[in-house]
């Protein structure tokens, strides 16, 4: 039996936000002093890494079991979360 894939737009749509979101930043900022790009993108950046540096904790804690044992609700639905990205 063949399985059937996903249509593209289905892929494309996921990355589409942050397409646009790079462009509008492109085109904004163009003409922008450089120090105050500089100060944006560095947030930008600051921001993304620290999001995926928590999502991969998430991860790696619900690899390890130690996310059944948290009475926080916050990490639990970011692992919750994480399990189904993952899986």
Request: hydrophobic share 45%; with cysteine.
């Amino acid at each position: 039996m063949k399985l059937r894939r996903k249509p593209r737009l289905f892929t494309t749509a996921r990355w589409a936000p942050l397409l646009a979101t790079g462009i509008a930043f492109q085109v904004n900022l163009g003409g922008c002093d450089q120090e105050i790009k500089d100060t944006i993108l560095t947030g930008v950046q600051t921001s993304l890494q620290t999001l995926v540096t928590s999502v991969m904790d998430a991860f790696f804690m619900s690899i390890s079991g130690a996310a059944t044992t948290t009475t926080q609700t916050t990490v639990k639905a970011v692992i919750d979360t994480a399990t189904t990205w993952f899986a």
